[in-house]
């Protein structure tokens, strides 16, 4: 079935320094492949999303590129900001499949001052 | 535009209580769902509603029941609380089940004794 695998954290780092978190996926078809970001005390938000191979989401400074040939959508970022700590999670949605969303399970950032 | 709301934001049960959380959505969103929050596992949902009307079990539906009471409204009720089910709970709504981007709300933080 459809998975999601993202790295493990914390991810620590200082501000200003450059974000990757890996996420790769399994999934039949042609999933849609999203970044949601869940802040202290709040529920997700969608950050960015891709919906085709070599399609590049971006938003607030992030990006991600789907890529088919390695399953993967890496969530990067060139600058980060202590506004920038939260909870990411990776996630695919397989419209065909049926109705549901796969999260992976979430890295948390800090950034420090 | 509130967008979605759950009530309550906290919540303590002893086992073999029941309760209902509620969840109401102003977008006029078709679909809604609600998951549960656990740590080291991402999301994962608990049952759906595609359209008003309809509604489907979800990857751990056990110990749960839902009811999409109109379209704004779809509420989730514990029967006989257990402390496997302490966790944060989330609604989402989105246009369409086929549509990809979620909308989640603040969420429920409960604990079962």
């Known amino acids: 079935g459809n998975s999601v695998t993202q790295m493990e954290g914390p991810v620590t780092l200082s501000e200003e320094a450059f974000l990757t978190i890996n996420c790769t996926y399994t999934?039949?078809?042609?999933?849609?492949l999203f970044w949601y970001v869940q802040y202290p005390g709040e529920g997700l938000q969608l950050l960015l999303k891709?919906?085709?191979?070599?399609d590049k989401g971006s938003n607030k400074g992030f990006e991600a590129t789907y890529r088919k040939e390695t399953t993967s959508f890496h969530l990067e970022k060139g600058s980060v900001q202590v506004s920038d700590s939260a909870v990411y999670f990776c996630?695919?949605?397989?419209?065909?499949?049926?109705?549901?969303?796969?999260f992976g399970a979430g890295t948390r950032l800090f950034v420090k001052a | 535009n509130a967008g979605v709301t759950q009530t309550p934001k906290f919540q303590v049960l002893k086992t073999g209580q029941s309760m209902t959380l509620q969840c109401a959505q102003d977008?006029?969103?078709?679909?809604m769902y609600w998951y549960r929050q656990d740590p080291g596992m991402g999301l994962r949902l608990i049952y759906y509603s595609a359209s008003e009307g309809t509604t489907d079990k979800g990857e751990v539906p056990n110990g749960y029941n839902v009811s999409r009471l109109n379209k704004r409204e779809f509420s989730l009720r514990l029967e006989s609380a257990a402390p496997s089910q302490t966790s944060v709970y989330f609604c989402?709504?989105?246009?369409?089940?086929?549509?990809?981007?979620?909308?989640f709300g603040p969420g429920t933080r409960l604990t079962v004794l």
């Open positions: 977008m006029n969103h078709n679909s």
């Open positions: 996630a695919l949605s397989d419209g065909t499949g049926g109705f549901k969303t796969i």
């Open positions: 999934a039949t078809g042609y999933p849609s």
């Open positions: 989402a709504s989105s246009q369409d089940f086929s549509t990809d981007t979620q909308y």
């Open positions: 891709a919906t085709k191979a070599d």
